[in-house]
Every structure is written in structure tokens, then in C-alpha cells.
């Protein structure tokens, strides 16, 4: 007879145990971070992330359609202001995987936009 699973271990898919919220692990989140002006950018973001999602609904349920959301917020705003509010997401992500509070990565389909080159910045050497 097939012992059966126990209700307390964690599946393949899920993390260790911690049902923390989305807004609980953003708050202790942004509190890891050591820059003023970092914690700052980043909070804007992740409080899109919070309102998608809900402040109660468990990290480890989030989907990459949350991110997704999130996302379309910027997608008429510059190149670099996008891969900024990327950059907030993806990391958030990697610090929630660290504390095992993702099993999987909800920013895997997100992509990064090319910026536009300004060209050299530099005086030409003639001119000089």
C-alpha cells in the first residue's frame, strides 16, 4: 500500500513553509535594502506589485501574470524607466527565492528593452 504524502511537506512546486504575503515580504524586503534612494525606487514598484496582487495574497503564489501587470503600467514609458521597474522586480525575486519564499521565478517572461544609444557624448578631437 503507497504511504501517503504528509500534509505538512512541501510539494515539489512549493517553497518550505513560509505562507508569507506579498506585503509582508515587501516591507521586509525594502528593510534589507542598505541605499535610501534604492529602497525609494524600488518601493513604487513593488507597491504596484502589492495592489496587483494584494498586500494578503501569498508570495508564493505569485504568477508571472502579476508581473506582467505590473509591467504594462510602463510600457508607454521610456526604455530605461521600464528595465528600471524590471530591475526592482527581479530583484525582489531573487531575494524572495533566497528566503524560500518562491519556488519559481514569476519574472521569467519578462524581457528587458533595448534603449535608444545617444551617440558619443564625447568633444571631438578637432573641436577641442
Do not use: C, K
Not at 508607454?76 to 530583484?91: F, I, K, M, P
Not at 533566497?98 to 533595448?114: E, H
Request: glycine share 4%; charged share 20%.
Amino acid at each position: 500500500m503507497p504511504a501517503a504524502a504528509s500534509p505538512s511537506a512541501p510539494g515539489p512546486e512549493e517553497p518550505s513553509g513560509d505562507r508569507s504575503t506579498v506585503g509582508e515580504a515587501v516591507e521586509r524586503f525594502l528593510a534589507s535594502l542598505q541605499s535610501a534612494t534604492t529602497r525609494t525606487s524600488y518601493a513604487r514598484t513593488l507597491a504596484r506589485l502589492t495592489t496587483v496582487a494584494s498586500p494578503h495574497h501569498p508570495v508564493a503564489d505569485l504568477e508571472p501574470d502579476h508581473y506582467a501587470t505590473v509591467m504594462a503600467t510602463w510600457d508607454t514609458a521610456a526604455a530605461a524607466t521600464g528595465n528600471r521597474h524590471l530591475s526592482a522586480l527581479v530583484s525582489f525575486t531573487t531575494w524572495a527565492q533566497r528566503q524560500d519564499l518562491l519556488a519559481t521565478n514569476p519574472a521569467r517572461r519578462l524581457t528587458r528593452r533595448i534603449t535608444a544609444r545617444r551617440g558619443d557624448r564625447a568633444i571631438p578631437a578637432a573641436r577641442l
